[in-house]
């Protein structure tokens, strides 16, 4: 995640130094821009089709007001930035030198140089891709019999279940109710099942 957010704030610089040079109205020779991230450095020498898309956007939104060549590296003892990024306490910016006047070189015709690898390293934010459909036709039939074999035993335990288990959760207590056995002088209501409702026997 940070890569892309140093990238965000190269994109930033590339455009203030784009307007910048654009209400100046000058003839400026050459512009140099600074980085402290190798990511992002070696990401702007690459063609931006190479890249995945978040970083390909920003990349090239870059390279259409710069070129890679003025973009040079900065080392993070040198760069003014991370004071305020990291959280300088006011007090002691107020007497950073760093942050008033820049890195010392700035003053001088020899910039750092230190080599830029062209093999930049892979985008680290997540990616989307998709799984390879297996190919069926070599498949082992010992697997598929395995297969078949899972989904008849989930099928006999879930049938089990279903018909077991819930069938005793749905019965209703109510409708049931202790029987005593009949004693002499008890009074009974005998009732013939093969007879229709509300029709006596004899």
Request: net charge positive; proline share 0%.
């Given at each position: 995640m940070i890569p892309r957010l140093e990238l965000c704030a190269a994109v930033l610089l590339a455009k203030s130094v784009h307007r910048v040079k654009q209400a100046l109205k000058l003839n400026v020779t050459?512009?140099?821009?600074?980085?402290d991230s190798m990511i992002v450095l070696s990401w702007i020498r690459k063609e931006s089709y190479q890249l995945k898309t978040f970083v390909a956007n920003r990349i090239a939104t870059i390279q259409e007001m710069t070129s890679s060549e003025q973009w040079r590296y900065v080392a993070t003892e040198d760069n003014p930035a991370d004071f305020v990024s990291r959280g300088m306490d006011s007090l002691k910016l107020k007497t950073c030198e760093l942050w008033w006047n820049g890195p010392i070189f700035l003053m001088s015709n020899q910039y750092p140089q230190r080599q830029i690898p062209v093999a930049v390293i892979k985008d680290p934010g997540r990616s989307i891709t998709s799984i390879v459909e297996p190919d069926l036709t070599n498949l082992n039939e010992n697997r598929l019999d395995n297969w078949q074999k899972i989904t008849k035993i989930i099928q006999l335990?879930?049938?089990?279940?279903?018909?077991?288990?819930?069938?005793?959760?749905?019965?209703r207590n109510k409708w049931h109710f202790e029987k005593k056995n009949a004693k002499i002088g008890d009074i009974v209501i005998i009732k013939e099942d093969n007879l229709p409702s509300c029709v006596n026997g004899h």
């Open positions: 050459n512009t140099f821009l600074w980085s335990i879930w049938k089990r279940w279903s018909v077991d288990y819930l069938n005793n959760l749905q019965q």
